[in-house]
């Protein structure tokens, strides 16, 4: 607005005080419709820019750290297991797998555990679980079509809570999205004492049943 007050009164000036021949008066009012048309366009305000914030990788749980809390479930969604309380005071084992009946988990993975339950028993341990990313319907079916009643239990971790706490999530988009990580860990009195995690999260190698050293 300054603008556009100062070209008129200097267009005012020029033509009266300066006698400025009549044939420059186009040019003069050319001056005054640009400095308008200018002035017309909306302030734009400074584009902010959106600022990206890293979000911290979620580290898995190491040896010597506590066995985080998380709610399993055992045979039933209804009969649920707080795994922290369920280990206090024992020695136990805890493996888990990408999917029940999974051709690895199901050919090599538990088979190995099943094989070795006496073995390892002997050695101190109070119970096996195997952990997955399934429903306890699917999980008990597992179970039973593998003979596992007293050998191994099975837990069910339907919403990942398990897994995002030890830091093991891991997505397969085969399996239909989020499961777990394969791993193998020994756990006493809430202690994890030893812990192997499959690199690639699905291989199967230093999680098998004879990596545990016992």
Not at 32 to 47: C, E, G, H, M
Not at 60 to 72: M, R
Not at 125 to 131: A, D, G, Y
Not at 158 to 181: C, Y
Request: with cysteine; glycine share 8%.
């Amino acid at each position: 607005m300054i603008n556009i007050i100062y070209y008129v009164i200097r267009i005012h000036y020029d033509l009266k005080i300066n006698s400025i021949p009549f044939c420059y008066l186009p040019i003069c009012f050319y001056l005054l419709a640009t400095a308008l048309k200018i002035s017309s366009v909306p302030f734009r305000t400074p584009v902010k820019f959106n600022t990206f914030h890293l979000s911290a990788v979620n580290m898995a749980v190491k040896v010597g750290d506590s066995l985080p809390s998380a709610e399993l479930h055992e045979d039933t969604p209804q009969t649920k297991i707080n795994i922290a309380e369920e280990v206090k005071g024992k020695k136990v084992v805890i493996f888990g797998v990408p999917g029940a009946f999974t051709p690895g988990c199901s050919a090599t993975h538990l088979p190995g555990y099943l094989e070795k339950a006496a073995e390892l028993k002997k050695k101190g341990i109070s119970e096996i679980f195997c952990v997955a990313v399934n429903d306890a319907f699917v999980m008990k079916a597992w179970g039973d079509h593998n003979k596992a009643e007293g050998k191994v239990r099975f837990l069910a971790d339907p919403n990942l809570e398990f897994a995002k706490k030890l830091g093991v999530e891991h997505e397969i988009p085969v399996l239909g999205g989020w499961r777990s990580k394969r791993y193998s860990m020994v756990v006493d009195d809430g202690k994890i004492t030893q812990l192997n995690i499959e690199p690639d999260g699905t291989g199967l190698s230093c999680s098998l049943a004879e990596g545990l050293k016992i």
